[in-house]
């Protein structure tokens, strides 16, 4: 689904980001890890072309990112924040606001909405004001405001980093059994080895602006590409 090729990403006029090659396929979900700063915000953002590459690049279904209607390739993506980022209105609204901007109507709107809602619990609280709730409860529903699109991409930037460790391993079953169900090809950035092992089908290192290696954690562990991917990883 998505091919890159000698990628080469700058920010603030150095190398942020450095991806000789990479293929993550449809329906796969890829953890990114790495060390603060190692560069894997970038690629999130790189991805969802919001930052634009100096040089290599990015397909998707073959066809290259430059070459894609910017606005067109945005509707295939998806992209939850550390922060919820919800506005000052019900969790209804907020789930929907995608959909009202594309311009899909009431009754495919109001389908939509309660679809996602229940799978990521929280349709009993969608009359709910944003501001009252919970940061587990937020994060549901940024997750549901980004599945009532239908992406063909899903972008997660350490979603579960800001709620409790009860509440993170409650969100992250839900959204495995979502995933699984939908084949949402899906990519998140985490901090957490032991998470990223259990959540991923692969797991991306970035370390220095580099992806130094992709594959199966137990790969990396047994096979580590350099020192600098053995010592980061022993904790998975």
Do not use: C
Not at 60 to 69: E, F, P, R
Not at 116 to 129: T, Y
């Amino acid at each position: 689904m998505i091919s890159i090729k000698n990628l080469l990403v700058q920010r603030n006029g150095r190398d942020a980001l450095k991806v000789e090659k990479l293929e993550i396929q449809k329906g796969e979900t890829l953890a990114v890890v790495g060390p603060n700063g190692a560069g894997k915000s970038t690629f999130l953002l790189a991805l969802a072309h919001l930052l634009k590459s100096s040089k290599g690049e990015i397909t998707l279904h073959g066809k290259a990112q430059k070459d894609w209607h910017e606005l067109e390739y945005r509707r295939k993506i998806a992209f939850v924040f550390q922060d919820p980022l919800l506005m000052d209105m019900s969790v209804r609204e907020n789930i929907a606001l995608g959909l009202k901007f594309r311009n899909v109507d009431k009754h495919e709107t109001h389908e939509r909405v309660h679809l996602w809602a229940k799978a990521m619990g929280v349709d009993k609280l969608l009359e709910r004001r944003a501001s009252q709730l919970s940061g587990g409860e937020a994060q549901r529903v940024s997750l549901a405001r980004a599945f009532v699109l239908d992406p063909e991409l899903l972008l997660m930037d350490e979603p579960f980093s800001a709620v409790d460790p009860q509440t993170r391993e409650k969100l992250l079953e839900d959204l495995s059994k979502v995933l699984a169900e939908a084949h949402r090809t899906t990519i998140f950035v985490t901090h957490n080895l032991k998470e990223a092992a259990q959540f991923g089908d692969r797991v991306a290192v970035i370390i220095g602006g580099e992806l130094r290696q992709a594959g199966k954690a137990e790969q990396i562990k047994e096979n580590p590409a350099d020192p600098s991917v053995r010592d980061f990883v022993r904790g998975l």
